[in-house]
């Protein structure tokens, strides 16, 4: 479990390396916001939460493989896990922010992300030059 990274993953890192060929500028792990998005747009108020499919539970192939060692500690976390994610994606839309989710398995076709996370931040603006 020690080997487990928090931030800077594997996908995290793809998926800012996305935005940033889109022109897009970011910050990264906002402590001071429910559920610390992995990457925020405070100016937009929109939030990026890039989840692994087997640790978030998801509905893929991936996500769907449950551990046969200690089967009961493995499902009662991850629902935990679910749980927490949504709690903490309601506060944010309460707090008025718009929320997505980038998952692992979808980072497979990089081109169809990449036109979901344009179409969810909007163009970036160009800064505006005073004469």
Not at 16 to 43: E, S
Not at 49 to 74: E, Q, S, T
Not at 104 to 121: Q, S, T, Y
Request: aromatic share 8%; glycine share 8%.
């Amino acid at each position: 479990m020690r080997a487990v990274k928090a931030r800077d993953t594997g996908p995290e890192l793809k998926v800012r390396a996305l935005l940033r060929a889109l022109g897009h500028r970011y910050r990264l792990d906002a402590r001071d916001l429910p559920g610390r998005p992995d990457i925020v747009f405070r100016g937009r108020r929109k939030a990026i939460f890039v989840h692994g499919c087997f640790w978030h539970g998801h509905d893929c192939a991936r996500g769907a493989r449950a551990p046969k060692a200690n089967a009961g500690y493995w499902s009662a976390k991850i629902a935990r896990n679910r749980a927490r994610d949504e709690t903490s994606m309601a506060a944010l839309q309460t707090m008025g922010w718009s929320c997505l989710v980038v998952w692992e398995c979808a980072l497979r076709e990089p081109h169809a992300v990449a036109d979901g996370l344009a179409a969810f931040v909007g163009s970036p603006t160009s800064p505006s030059r005073l004469a």
